[in-house]
């Protein structure tokens, strides 16, 4: 089993930034990939970016290419996406994922789920 806990989600005004950390426990082996995706309200869950269990081979989806960063403090295995220059349709509920075999957008490739963290942009 594997336990992931983001926090770092909060109220913000455009322009702002944040930095989501996910922190993974249990049997976390190293040859999965970890992702970060968000649900906006009322939309189905979207990926954001993810990145090799080592902290190598960050991918990210268009849309936020640029603005958002993901990266792995691998003493700690937490996972950081550092999101800048926030919009307002940047808000939604943020959630870590580990498990996929490869740098996968797809929901369904990652075994493991956190509980979320929401972020809310304000305009």
Same mark, same amino acid.
Request: net charge positive; aromatic share 16%; hydrophobic share 30%.
């Given at each position: 089993?594997?336990?992931?806990?983001?926090?770092? #989600?909060?109220?913000?005004? +455009?322009? #702002?930034?944040?930095?989501?950390?996910? %922190? +993974?426990?249990?049997?976390? =082996?190293?040859?999965?990939?970890?992702?970060? =995706?968000?649900?906006?309200?009322?939309?189905?869950? *979207?990926?954001? +970016? !993810?990145?090799?269990?080592?902290?190598?081979?960050?991918?990210? !989806? /268009?849309?936020?290419?640029?603005? =958002?960063?993901?990266?792995? /403090?691998? %003493?700690?295995?937490?996972?950081?996406?550092?999101?800048?220059?926030?919009?307002? *349709? /940047?808000? %939604?509920?943020?959630?870590? %994922?580990?498990? !996929?075999?490869?740098?996968?957008? =797809?929901?369904?490739?990652?075994?493991?789920?956190?509980?979320?963290?929401?972020?809310?942009?304000?305009?």
């Amino acid at each position: 089993q594997v336990q992931l806990v983001e926090t770092g #989600g909060g109220l913000v005004q +455009a322009g #702002g930034s944040l930095r989501l950390s996910c %922190a +993974a426990s249990g049997r976390t =082996f190293p040859s999965y990939y970890m992702g970060w =995706f968000r649900q906006p309200p009322g939309k189905e869950r *979207e990926f954001v +970016a !993810a990145i090799y269990w080592s902290g190598d081979n960050p991918n990210y !989806a /268009d849309s936020v290419k640029g603005r =958002f960063t993901i990266s792995k /403090d691998n %003493a700690k295995n937490t996972v950081f996406l550092q999101i800048n220059s926030l919009k307002p *349709e /940047d808000t %939604a509920n943020y959630y870590c %994922a580990f498990g !996929a075999y490869r740098s996968s957008s =797809f929901p369904r490739e990652y075994r493991y789920w956190g509980q979320g963290t929401q972020v809310t942009v304000s305009s």
